[in-house]
């Protein structure tokens, strides 16, 4: 192998663990001050669902993205944060994407919504099986054990 390709694949390596932790907290950050800056409206949907303590459960919701965002980030415990973000995103999709429940005009959109929450929780899963990576607040060997 060319010294330019083994530089680059070492770059890629490097790299590549922050670049997907970045690019993966961004949807829960944003989505959890959007909560935040909604809340009332936010709880008022929820109690339409038939969600009982809507408020708590959003105030909930709302810490399980934050500090599982942050983990993941900065690769501090980023498979607990990882984890926290599996178990805000499942019930998530299946409450508010259940394309199975919906009328032809909003099925398409809601299997879209229902696949990419299958694709943001596989990339969780890759972070709780291979930990945060080298650029990361954890040392390498305690990102294999967390």
């Avoid at 909560?35 to 399980?64: C, D, Q, Y």
């Avoid at 394309?99 to 972070?127: D, P």
């Amino acid at each position: 192998m060319s010294h330019c390709m083994s530089v680059w694949c070492e770059l890629v390596k490097t790299c590549s663990p922050l670049l997907g932790r970045i690019l993966i907290t961004a949807i829960f950050l944003r989505s959890a001050f959007g909560k935040i800056a909604g809340f009332s409206a936010v709880a008022a949907g929820m109690a339409k669902k038939g969600m009982p303590f809507a408020e708590v459960l959003l105030a909930g919701a709302i810490v399980f993205e934050i500090v599982g965002s942050v983990t993941v980030l900065l690769g501090w415990k980023a498979r607990w944060g990882a984890l926290l973000l599996i178990l805000f995103t499942i019930p998530a999709t299946l409450l508010y994407h259940d394309f199975w429940n919906m009328e032809a005009a909003q099925y398409r959109g809601q299997l879209s919504h229902f696949m990419k929450n299958l694709s943001i929780l596989g990339a969780l899963v890759f972070v709780m099986g291979m930990g945060s990576g080298p650029l990361s607040l954890e040392k390498p060997r305690e990102s294999l054990r967390a």
